[in-house]
């Protein structure tokens, strides 16, 4: 496609239950990145992928999160048994092998644990 | 380890006024720099980057100049609109992108 594209764009859902959020980069971008961005905080950096691997997944919380992608396209995140702390808004970006361009960013998932 | 330091907002100022967001950065070797931007209500958008030290950046009237003697990338516009009242993010990148916290301008007509 065209852009980064994320779905859904607002997810509520009740305190304990799974979410998955889902990112579709830019065709042909082998990188793609997960943050996220609470309300009043910077951008923190959760996971990235080179191709279907993770080389870096250090920002990821907790052992609830979790991140996969297949065919070197869609990704997913999983967020497990949500607290209210887990509200904000998650990003996706992707870029091209020469990340020298810069990335693209999704619109983002707004999500909120009630 | 390596950050992004960015100058605090929030800032607000007149239309036509000179804007100035301070950006320094700590690391290892020489990451590419850039700005990014965030309307109200948008997503992320790049605004502009540089790669190598002395490199200027350039879109819709904002500059900055990577500078690497003072390991800076400082954000400049002579003249801004109220349309640029925005959240501007300065980001670092070896191999992923890491984000100073925002500053906020604000422009007043």
């Known amino acids: 496609g065209a852009g980064v594209s994320q779905s859904p764009s607002n997810k509520v859902t009740e305190k304990g239950k799974d979410v998955e959020l889902r990112c579709d980069p830019i065709s042909g971008h082998t990188a793609l990145y997960w943050y996220r961005q609470s309300l009043g905080q910077g951008l923190e950096f959760l996971i990235y992928?080179?191709?279907?691997?993770?080389?870096?997944k250090s920002g990821l919380p907790s052992d609830r999160f979790s991140a996969e992608r297949t065919g070197g396209s869609v990704s997913t995140l999983t967020i497990q048994r949500t607290q209210q702390e887990d509200s904000a808004v998650y990003l996706c970006?992707?870029?091209?092998?020469?990340?020298?361009?810069?990335?693209?960013f999704g619109s983002g998932t707004r999500l909120t644990v009630v | 380890g390596d950050s992004v330091t960015q100058m605090e907002g929030p800032v607000t100022l007149s239309e036509e006024a000179f804007l100035t967001i301070n950006c320094t950065y700590t690391a290892t070797g020489y990451p590419s720099l850039f700005w990014y931007v965030q309307y109200p209500g948008e997503g992320l958008q790049l605004l502009l980057k540089?790669?190598?030290?002395?490199d200027k950046g350039s879109n819709k009237g904002f500059e900055a100049t990577y500078r690497k003697e003072t390991t800076s990338f400082h954000l400049e516009k002579g003249s801004v609109q109220v349309s640029d009242s925005a959240v501007y993010f300065c980001a670092r990148n070896d191999y992923k992108l890491s984000f100073g916290a925002g500053t906020t301008v604000t422009v007043r007509a």
């Open positions: 970006a992707s870029s091209p092998p020469d990340r020298e361009y810069g990335y693209t």
């Open positions: 992928f080179q191709g279907n691997s993770a080389p870096d």
């Open positions: 540089a790669t190598k030290a002395d």
